[in-house]
């Protein structure tokens, strides 16, 4: 299974699912730049997995910045859901 920096199995998306989305992969693997690529060129540039490459993690939970701006802006999960990890989280 494969799990995308943001978190999202990419085999639950019904985008992946459908064959508009050539999948994901965390912000670690050696993939995740051609992954951010292919997504780009199709017109759907990822942020978040922009930002994980960047912060050398390889998912967004375990970045010490999550939530950050980027997943207030971008990210799959709602703000309120966002919100409560933040408040868990103590940031």
């Given at each position: 299974m494969?799990?995308?920096a943001c978190g999202i199995a990419c085999e639950?998306?019904?985008l992946y699912d459908q064959k508009k989305c050539p999948g994901c992969a965390p912000g670690t693997d050696e993939e995740a730049p051609a992954k951010l690529k292919a997504l780009t060129e199709?017109?759907?540039p990822c942020p978040v997995l922009e930002c994980a490459i960047n912060s050398?993690?390889?998912y967004c939970l375990s970045c010490d910045k999550f939530p950050c701006d980027v997943h207030?802006?971008?990210s799959p999960y709602n703000k309120e859901l966002l919100d409560i990890f933040k408040k868990l989280l103590n940031r």
């Open positions: 494969v799990i995308a639950v998306c019904a199709m017109g759907f050398r993690v390889a207030y802006r971008w």
